[in-house]
């Protein structure tokens, strides 16, 4: 632990600089997102691939931006299955956690006949972002994914980045299918959050999207 003892120049000097790392300026990534997420909008399908094309280096269409159930068990292959153990395992911990903290709907009635209550119901569909650049986060899939389905959430959709080959990494495929995720998309940054906000011709529009801060 950090201890700071401070005087009055020292105060004013930490102030200085702790209030310096609220002041850079992120107007130039603002205005590229910006952008990305219109073309999205306009322009569907096509944009989502010319940004992937782009960015991510991966030739990507309509017949396989979808990770196909062939995939998923390929993936299977190239886990540890002492890894799949611990998956599972923290998807139990997780459920039995998320569990607790599930409200749910009430109604009473008043003794002059006033009935009150209140209705608890899952959205329909939610949008869970993966991140995959660098490294596979199956602990993100399932940080995300499994309390949505103990909330009830019928549709899960998950996009991810893929490599310049089309491929996601194996433990990210594991953990969303043993979470229950409904759908897996090749596709990431912000086309990919675009996408699920507006939906495209591949890509089905969900009610609210989840994932990391960054």
Known sequence: MKIVMLTNDAKNQLMNDLLKRTTDDYSEQETIVKEIISDI??????????????????????DNVRVTPEEIEAAYDEVDEK????????????KK?????KKNSWITTEEDGTVLGQRIMPIESAGVYVPGGKAAYPSTVLMNVI???????????MTTPCNSEGKVYPTTLVAANEAGVTDIFK???AQAIAALAYGTESIPKVDKIVGPGN
């Not at 890894?83 to 997780?94: D, E, S």
């Not at 956690?97 to 903290?101: A, P, S, V």
């Open 41 to 62: 909008h306009d322009r569907r399908d096509e944009a989502l691939f010319d940004y992937t094309r782009k960015f991510d280096k991966a030739d990507l269409n309509a």
């Open 83 to 94: 890894l799949i153990t611990v998956i599972r395992k923290a998807i139990n911990n997780i």
């Open 97 to 101: 956690f998320h569990e607790k903290q």
């Open 147 to 157: 309390p949505a389905k103990v909330a009830g959430v019928s549709r899960i959709v």
């Open 187 to 189: 596709v990431g940054g």
